[in-house]
């Protein structure tokens, strides 16, 4: 093979490792934004008896949003966010008010414990389902009287 | 041999070595990533694939290598089939044993039984063909550039074909005799429809013989776990 010639595979070469770098790139940005998409808004505290709070999706603001609760990373429970939140529609978070949640907190050991809440989000016609952290993690207490505060 | 002529020599060893990586990158980009998270889109998945066989007609050309130097021939076919049959009369009867050992029935019409076993294997020998072309066609024969002729470029040949079959534990261990035998017999008696042959009827007797849970439905790459 003559020099030219390698030359010109070599150019191929680079322009292929360029090609499927940036091909790579590209599906590893659009997997994140349809699997992870940054359209989930929430927020959540801890109650006496409950973990309350709200989750919005900002694309389709009419949508109910399915939230997950763990506790110290254990499952808690599912459900959808239906519950009335006037103050959202006032924030202008969404148009209607339905997007509340609340979790009643079960029998947990006394100390300090820490809730999340997660969005739920289905992709892939319904095969893929990824988790979404709305806002910040709770951290609240467990006394004896088994009130969190 | 002067300076000029080594530095030509190392750097031809170079870029066959730079060619199987590129190929190998690409399969396993197909397998790992595209197909598996372009979803439905399989023009996006298709893109490595295409970009590994421009890149090896493109090295053909420019290597002046035609169709009867990779082994699109038939006047040495009789002779490949010669070196063939041995190894896959062993092999067939291995895995005649397994089954009898671990208890698996043998169906010879497992393959696909909702179609035809005559269009199974006609698919089989071309989906076979495809992968002989670029493992013995291009692979082998860069191999040889880089690592020369005999046992090392005929193990890495095997290596490449048995890890792009990975995480199937199954699959890629019996790729990984099926390489040492068809790159062994390849680089004797350079015939790819005798070598695709072969692979259409190993796979057959694969799928015979074990049981589709074992094999993962032949399942490779990221659609190995789902």
Known sequence: ?149 | MSSVEQQTVINERALAGWEIVSIACSLAIAEWITFAFAGASKAIGAIPVILALALMVLSHRLRNEGLRDLGFRLDNFVNAVRLLILPMLLVLGICLLLARWFHSPVDFFRWHPGSFLAVQLALGFAWGLAQQYVLQGFINRRAQVYCGRGWLSIALVAAIFSALHLPNPVLAAATFVGGLIWAAVYQRVPNLFALAASHCLMTWVLVATYPPAVLQHLRIGFRYFG
């Open chain 1, 1 to 149: 093979m003559n020099s030219q010639a390698r030359s010109k595979l070599t150019h191929f070469l680079m322009a292929k490792s360029i090609a499927e770098a940036l091909l790579v790139g590209a599906l590893a940005v659009t997997f994140f934004f349809v699997a992870f998409p940054p359209y989930f808004e929430g927020w959540g505290e801890a109650t006496p008896n409950a973990i309350a709070g709200w989750a919005v999706n900002r694309r389709q603001p009419s949508q109910r949003v399915e939230v997950q609760l763990f506790i110290d990373d254990q499952f808690v429970a599912a459900r959808g966010a239906t519950l009335p939140r006037p103050d959202i529609v006032t924030a202008g978070m969404a148009a209607d008010e339905w997007h509340g949640y609340s979790f009643e907190i079960p029998a947990l050991n006394e100390g300090h414990h820490t809730a999340r809440v997660y969005a739920v989000h289905s992709s892939g016609q319904g095969a893929r389902k990824t988790l979404q952290l709305l806002g910040n993690p709770i951290q609240f207490s467990v006394t004896g009287d088994q009130k969190a505060h």
